[in-house]
Every structure is written in C-alpha cells, then in structure tokens.
C-alpha cells in the first residue's frame, strides 16, 4: 500500500481577507484533519507573521509546518525565525521555472537561475534540515534546464521537490510523462517528488492520481484555490485506495464536517454559514403543516435523497404528525427520512460491542453482528471511537460505503439524556440514511451505521 502525503496550500491562498485568528483556527482544522503538511505563504511584516507561525506551531504537532521563504536569505531568515518552535519546520523555496516567469519574478535570465537556486536552497539547508524546492510552472519549462534546476537543488540540500503545472497546460496523461521522466532522472536518490496542479480545468485531481502512479509522494491540494481540490483527491483516495494500492492520513470520517467549517471561517455563502452556526440546515429548508407532498419531496431532494413513491408516502405521513407540534427543518426531515423511508429486514444485527479508547491509547472497537445465522467478529483500530467502530462493521460485511454525513444528538435531557445518531451512507451515487438510539452515543452510533448498510444491502441485492 503506498502512502500519499497530502500538503494543504490553503492558507497560502485568501491571504489579505482573513484575520489572523480566522488562519489560526483554519490551521487548527487542518491538524485535526490530518493533512501531512500545512503551508504557509511567505510573509510580508515580520513581527505579524512570525507570531502567527509560532502560535500554530504550538498545537501542530503531527502535520509538518511549510513556511515560503521569499526570493533572498532575508527571507529565509524571516521564515527559519518563525519557525524555531514548530514540531516539524519546513522551509519551502519556490521559484518560476519558465522564461517570462524567471524574467519577471527573479529579474533573472536562465544562467543565472543555477546559482540562484543553489544560494537559497543553501541558505534555507543551513536554517532547516527539512527544505522543499518548488518548480513553479515547471510544464512550461525547458525540460533540460528543468532538470538542472532540479539537479542543482538536490545537490544544496533540498529533500523535496515539487514540479507545478501552474497553467493547467497539460492532460492527465501528459502530466504523468512529465512526472515520470521527472522521477527517472530523480533516480533513487533520497528525495520525495511532489505535484501541484492547477484546477482551471477541472482536472487537477486526475493530474495528481495519475502523478502518484508515475512515483509522485506528494500531492499539494486546496479546500479553496485553484489547485486539486482537497476533497475531491482525498475522496478518490478513500474510494479508489484499495483497487489502486493508495492510503492517506486523512481522517475521512471529518473531512466534509471539517471542509464545510473552513469554508464557513473564510466567508462561506450566507446559507452555509447559517447551516453550520446552527447545526442544521434551517435556512435553506423549513416546513410547516401546510406544505404538501411535493414541497417535502422537494426538501427531501435538496437533502440529497431520491424516494420512492412508496417512502415518500410514509415520509410524508410521518411529516404531518411532526409538523402539527412544530417547525421541521433539514435535522427534523433527515430523521423522518431515516426512521420511515426504506425500512427492511435486517440482513446485519448487533450482537455486542466492545471499545476502548483514551488519550494514551489508540481507540479499538471488537463488533460481532450476526448475519445468515451466524456471528461474524471486526476489529479495527481507528481515528477514535466511532471511526473504529465504522472500520470494524466495514471489516465484517467485506465493503466501504462513503460516510456523506454522520449526526450526534441528544433526544431527552438530564444525565441519563437518550442520544440519537444519524449516518448517511452512499452507494452508487444513491444515499441511505440509517437512524440510531442509546443512551450510549457509540452505540447509537454503530446501530445507526448497520441500520442504513441494511437498507443498502437490501436493495441492491
């Protein structure tokens, strides 16, 4: 299984409209996200950005911090002081690698360029043992002065290397020859090869998937920019990884949660942000009594459900006596959704589990669920708890499902409160939403997730 490094440029993008509290909790997502690598941009006052590099790498402790260091040693000196605190520092020297690019931005011609990487790739190695190279517009190159460049900076010191295809020039299949050559002449020396793709075309994602096949490691992606989407490369990963041989550190079972609150701190829609202030998404649908049938299958739509006649009719029946006592929003319909729609006979059933979890150890979960007359055991390890268990079930019924959104709340109150979970499961394009209730959240939890892989396996049978 080969393990692809994902490096989040997030915050190298929307640099003048975010305050320095908004980069903060944005990079704090990201750690929690598990991105390998979160990059920050070169920075233009000091005391500012130092500070805001030093308070994120107070609590970046997994994800390396990738500071840019500028175009001279002054740079590099600015960004080696910002990071004199971080877990695991990065300087990242970046530089135009085509004609007009090396002309305008470095006011230097192609024999000049040698030198010119070399210095700062020197100047950055003795600040950090960690140093990146970035060949920005390396699709528009030279191939042969490329390769020199790329031969100058191993030979500073740089252990990484990124070649951009910043212009979007270049069809998936053409950017993976790139890359192969890249990594032929790369040989096997000691150095991780990188790709960033621009997405102005729509086709960053499939650039890097093909990349990574030709020996790539890294992949730098974005939750916003014009780079591989974040979400869309991460999903392929987790969708496509067993069939192509992929894994990731991601935490696929935060990414839209984690996603959708990035977006919200960088200004999201007005709707988004009420749906992710409030926990639901009661600014884009609220029903009352005198709704019909065809405004609820309407709002069951935006939800992303496709009913049949039959579960509309039941979802509808359930609505009205909902609706008669109060307002029912997106979290209101979802469980309408989940505990009317599609019920079947089970195929799984939870015998027992078992979890163990704290903050020394690695979060277990044991699940035996009884299936066709027998008892079947998973045990997994996981990103806490709950993912554990979800791995665990996956283990047992031999298929993954994306997890399109996964809900907690509480149903009564006091310390004995009674908790609802919902999941909401994909398969073949179509969602199913399984609905769960304990007293204990994990449990709901699990019995929520066999609940909609019943409905899954039911109806594709």
Known sequence: MKHIRMADRTLCGEKSTLGF????????????????????????????????????????????????????????????????????????????????????????????????????????????????????????????????????AIGAGARTITVCDSAAEQMPDEFAAFVERIAAKIGDQPVELAVACSDKNGMAAANSVLAVKKNAGMVKASLEGEITPLETFAGMIK?????????????????????????????????????????????????DAKDDLNAVNEAARQLGYDLSEEDLEKVYAEFKRVAEKRTVGAKELEAVIATTALQVPPTYALVSYVINNGNIISASAQITLAAEGENRKGISIGDGPIDA?????????????????????????????????????????????????????????IRAYVNAVNKIVYEEA
């Open 239 to 287: 969708n496509c990884g067993n069939t192509c041989g992929f894994s990731s550190h991601i935490r696929y079972t935060q990414l839209h949660r984690i996603a959708k609150q990035i977006r919200w701190i960088m200004g999201g829609n007005r709707a988004e942000r009420s749906v992710l202030a409030a926990g639901e998404e009661e600014s884009v649908i609220r029903l």
């Open 389 to 445: 268990a979800f791995l665990a079930i996956e283990q047992i019924i031999g298929r993954h499902y994306e997890l399109d959104d996964f809900q907690i709340q509480a149903v009564t109150e006091g310390k004995e409160a009674v908790g609802s979970a919902l999941v909401r499961l994909r398969s073949r394009g179509k969602l199913y939403s399984g609905n769960g209730v304990s007293t204990d959240i994990i449990g709901a939890s």
């Open 21 to 152: 509290k908004e980069k903060i909790e944005i990079a704090r997502q990201l750690e929690q996200l598990g991105v390998d690598v979160i990059e920050l941009p070169a920075g233009s006052s000091a005391k500012t950005d130092i500070l805001l590099v030093r308070t994120i790498a107070a609590f970046a402790k997994n994800s390396i911090l990738s500071v840019a260091v500028g175009l001279d040693e002054e740079g590099v000196e600015n960004a080696a002081a910002a990071l004199n605190t971080a877990a695991h520092p990065r300087l990242r020297v970046e530089l135009p690698m085509s004609t007009v690019g090396m002309e305008y931005v470095c006011h230097k011609k192609a024999p000049k360029m040698g030198e010119y990487v070399t210095a700062l790739i020197t100047a950055a190695r003795a600040k950090c043992d960690d140093v990146e190279f970035c060949a920005v517009d390396a699709t528009r190159a030279e191939e042969d002065f490329l390769f020199d460049m790329i031969a100058a």
